[in-house]
Each structure stands twice: as C-alpha cells, then as structure tokens.
C-alpha cells in the first residue's frame, strides 16, 4: 500500500475491529476503580494501598508497553495481537479469585502484562492499512474505543454488583469474570477479519528491526517519551481516582455514581475523533505535518488546566462538566501524540516507540498515583492532585514545542 492511496473499506473495518479491542481493555482497567466500594467490604484496603494496585498495573503495563511493541514489531500485528488480548482477558478475569491484596495486586500485575501490548498493535496496525495523511483519523477511531470502554463501565459494573448473584459468589467477582469473558470473544473476531494488506500470507513480515538503544539517540523520542509522562500522569489519575473522588466528595452510592460517571468517558471518545479529524482536516488544508499536529495539541492542553477549580465547585453537575472537558482535552491530545511516532519512525520500527511512548506515560501514572494515595491518607484533600494534574498538558506541549521544532521523519540506523 503507497502513502499516496486512499484508505480502502477494508481499512476502515479493521480500525473499528481494533477500536472494539482499545474499548475492552479499558471496560477491564475500569473494573477495580468503579468496583472498590464492594471489593473493600471484602478485601477492606488503605488509599495508599489502592494506589499500589493502579501502580501494579501501570509498572508491568509500562514495561509491557516496550516489550509489546517490539514483540509486534518481531511477530507482526496479528499473531502478535491475538497472543495479548487472550492473556490479558485471562488475567481481568483472575482478579474474581482473589481472596486478599496480595492476589488482586497479582491480578493487575498480570492484566498490565497483557495491556501493554494494545496501543503498540494498534499503531502498527494503522501504520500497515493507512497513509500518512489519513492515520490521525483512523487512531481517532480507534482511541475513540477508550471512550466507549470507559462509558459501558459504569453502568455495566453498577448492574452487574446489583444483580449478579450467581452460585453464590459475590457480585464483584462476577465483574472480572464477565469482561474477561468479552475479551476472549473479541479474539475469534480478530482472528477471522485481521490480515496484513498486500500479503495473502498470515505469517509476519521479515523486516530488518530498528534497536531500542539507536532510537533513544534521538531527542525527538525523549520529547515524545517524557510529553507522554507528563500527560497520561493526568490521565491515570482521573481515570482511576475519578470514581473514588465522587464517592468521598459526594457521598455517591454505586448505582448514582454508575448513572453519570460515564458522562466525561463519552466527552473523552469525542475528543479522540475531534483531535485526530481536526489535525487532518489541517493537513487538508494545506497545511504542513508539523503546523497541523501542533495546532491541535496546543488546542487540546488549553482544555485541561479547568480541573483545578474542581474543588472549588460544590454541585455534581459541575463537577461532571468540568472533567468533560478535561476528558475531552486529555483524550484528543493522546490521539495526536500516539500519532506522531508514525510522523518520524519507519514502520518497522513504529511499534518498538509506540511502546516506549507508553511506558513514559504509565511511569507518568504511577507518581501522581502514589502521590495522591499519600495524601489523601495523610489528611490532605484532592486540590494538590488537581492542581498538579491540571498543569501538566501545558507543560507536555511546551516540551514538544522546545525539542521537537519540526515534526518530520527522523533517520534511524539499525
């Protein structure tokens, strides 16, 4: 397929195949946040505690982030896929056996492990089926599936611990065991509709493999890397403590807080595709790939900084609106950025920095996450968190701004 031809049908399918995949693994991430309030009647757990388990998942995620990339790079993107999402659907669903921390703790070690490996396929998977002036808008799509995954949580998780009862157990548990069952449903999907474009074999492509260490030459890659630990620092944070911040602020029970939590998840799935479209409606314009996705980056962090009059609001409503917007920012930023390595990196490489981009921004998500299990458990209120958490898009954007003066493709060396 040449940069120069028009996406097919075809290509359009397979970014909502790996949007449906993007959507579970965020409905999987989500179960532990929006389930704590049941899972500590059980397994009773420190703030502190709860952030050692988000941090369980982001560290092996983060490292599985690196190790998935170059593990598509090397088994290519359908093989390569399939192998993650069964072992993370397995590893969502193992959390339903756990009897104490240390079992649950394992089970997000393992469920990182496995999602590690998403966005690095789905790069590569845009970089196969898409030409460059096309591939915002496909990764739009296909980041529009956190939204979506992160909308049916709520509600979903609320119905399930209301109603699922079943052979005894309880609701909590039947959480994981439902949504890992979604995930290895999607396998045979994906294995039926998945094929490499212009190759009639499923066997992967032999390609001679850019290393690690000749991509971390560049400052263009720590530009993206450390953007990606400021932004998603943010983003782990409103994404795991969201649920948590409406309990303790409002007094919230499950069923009310399932009926309008998934409200900024929806602004966010609407930010991927706003993001994505509006950088390449730029390039459309005429405009070039540097100007295009820098506009819409600095467009995007301008949303976030709202969120530090958060604890200034008293009303529910408020509240849900201003996360809306942050949502919306954080996640039409993080299309854009995840785009980028397709911007500077030959294909062969694309997977191996998509994955180190995600390690940076998971490492993000683990210090602000460990931060604020210290101080809410130390007595201080969430308005550090916000505050922090508001700035740090700004401060990503400047980074790229300073490193990266012009978005082009940068020359690797095997």
Partial sequence: MTTAAAPSSAAWKIAILVSVAIAISYLDRQTLPWAIKAIQADIPFSNQVKAGLDSAFLVTYGLMYVGGGMLLDKMGTRRGFLVIMIFWSLACASHGLAGGVVMLAASRLLL????????????????????????????????????????????????????????????WRWVFFLTGGLGL??????????????????APVCEVRIPLASLLK???????????????????????????????????????????????????????LVGGSFSSWLLGRGLSVNASRKIALGASAALMPWVMFVPQ???VGWVIFIFSLAFFGQQSWSTLVMILPTDMISKKAVGTLAGLVGFGGAMGGVLLGQVVGWLRDHGYSYTPALVISGSM??????????????????????
């Avoid at 998945?194 to 009639?200: E, K, L, M, V």
């Fill in 112 to 171: 990182g492990v496995g999602e590690g490996g998403g966005f690095p396929a789905a790069t590569r998977a845009v970089a196969e089926w898409f030409p460059g002036n096309n591939r915002a808008t496909a990764m739009g799509i296909i980041n529009a599936g956190t939204a979506v995954g992160a909308v049916i949580a709520p509600p979903l998780i609320a119905l399930v611990l209301t109603h699922c009862h079943w052979l005894g157990l309880a609701p």
């Fill in 185 to 202: 449903l999607w396998t045979i999907w994906w294995w039926r509709g998945y094929r490499t474009p212009d190759q009639p074999s499923s």
């Fill in 393 to 414: 898009h700004v401060a990503a954007f400047i980074l790229i701004c300073l490193l990266v003066p012009k978005i082009q493709p940068i020359q690797t060396h095997p």
């Fill in 313 to 315: 609001l008293h009303s």
């Fill in 218 to 272: 560049h400052r263009e890659t720590w530009a993206i890397v450390g953007a990606k630990f400021l932004s998603d620092g943010a983003w782990y944070f409103y994404l795991f403590w969201l649920p948590k911040y409406l309990f303790d602020a409002f007094q919230l029970d499950i069923k009310t807080a399932g009926s309008i939590g998934w409200i900024p998840y929806a602004a966010s799935g609407v930010g991927c």
